[in-house]
């Protein structure tokens, strides 16, 4: 803003002031734990990337888009934060203020919460009670929010010696040499790690 004064003799001076003028709000996103499609468990991290010109000074989380618990916390890069009890989709949202209190719109960001193992069975020889031969094909059948990965298959309970192996819904097995009952042993993982109780089916 530029001044020119001029007195009666008509001298005058000319000065200006330089002031700063902020029309524009912060703009940025919101990724929930670096971006993961599904998580193991409740805590995540939340990380922003806010910018704008004259920087970003604080945000707003919630866990609903009208953010009735929301309040204004100082700008970080990233912050600790509980999501929702309960499996499924979980959304947070977010929103930046600038150093003259300029708002961003809402942004969010969703990942979806499995906290659960897989549940499955295993049946021998589409569940027949005897068999002649000592080779048999068993059928394997797991359900998980986030999908089966691998599993365990052997003749022990607690599954000791087995190795972990890519889920397939039948797989050929040579049971032990002569006569008796026989017992097959299974457990299941998903993606994020959790193991699913064994389960098991017998033939003689």
Not at 13 to 18: D, F, G, Q
Not at 70 to 79: C, F, I, M, Q
Not at 183 to 191: C, I, L, M, N
């Amino acid at each position: 803003i530029w001044v020119r004064a001029t007195d009666v003799t008509g001298e005058n001076i000319t000065t200006s002031s330089r002031v700063e003028v902020d029309t524009t709000p912060p703009t940025g996103g919101v990724l929930i734990n670096g971006g993961d499609v599904a998580a193991p468990d409740q805590d995540v991290t939340l990380s922003f990337n806010a910018t704008d010109h004259y920087g970003v000074a604080r945000v707003m989380i919630d866990d609903y888009p009208d953010f009735p618990d929301g309040y204004w916390r100082p700008y970080t890069r990233s912050v600790p934060w509980h999501l929702p009890w309960g499996e499924g989709t979980k959304a947070v949202y977010a929103k930046f203020m600038d150093r003259n209190g300029w708002v961003s719109k809402v942004v969010s960001d969703t990942i979806l919460l499995d906290t659960n193992p897989p549940v499955g069975s295993i049946v021998i020889d589409d569940g027949a009670e005897f068999t002649n031969s000592t080779g048999v094909t068993l059928t394997l059948v797991a359900t998980d929010l986030t999908g089966v990965s691998d599993m365990l298959i052997g003749e022990a309970p607690d599954l000791s010696f087995a190795k972990w192996r890519p889920f397939q819904q039948s797989v050929k097995l040579d049971l032990p040499p002569g006569d008796g009952p026989r017992y097959v042993f299974a457990a299941f993982r998903d993606p994020l790690g959790h193991v699913s109780v064994p389960v098991q089916d017998s033939i003689i």
